[in-house]
């Protein structure tokens, strides 16, 4: 079983920054791909970020604004949030591909005030 946890979401200003983490324990052998979703109120699931094994992509919406990065530990990754918009309010879930399975965290929330 793989485990994720996620930390670093909070309240800021549009315009601002935070960073999220997350850290992947447990049964980790080769990560297909990590990365990050959101979902806001009244709308579905979407893709944020992710690394694969050859690249990283970003959603349209988040270019040039989100930095996702791994950390030294490759079970780690970090999305740097920047020029934060009231629209990118949302939880946002890490995700995790491996084996052909995904594996979620709980979620954090991001909330952008106007």
């Known amino acids: 079983q793989v485990q994720l946890v996620e930390s670093g979401g909070g309240l800021v200003q549009a315009g601002g920054s935070l960073r999220l983490s997350c850290a992947a324990s447990?049964?980790?052998?080769?990560?297909?791909?990590m990365g990050w979703y959101r979902q806001a109120p009244g709308k579905q699931r979407e893709l944020v970020a992710v690394?694969?094994?050859?690249?990283?992509n970003y959603a349209d919406s988040v270019k040039g604004r989100f930095t996702l990065s791994r950390g030294n530990a490759k079970n780690t990754v970090y999305l740097q949030m920047n020029s934060l918009k009231p629209e990118d309010t949302a939880v946002y879930y890490c995700?995790?591909?491996?084996?052909?399975?995904?594996?979620w965290g709980h979620g954090t929330q991001v909330v952008v005030s106007s």
């Open positions: 995700n995790l591909s491996q084996l052909s399975r995904l594996y």
């Open positions: 447990g049964s980790i052998f080769v990560i297909n791909s």
């Open positions: 690394i694969t094994l050859s690249s990283t």
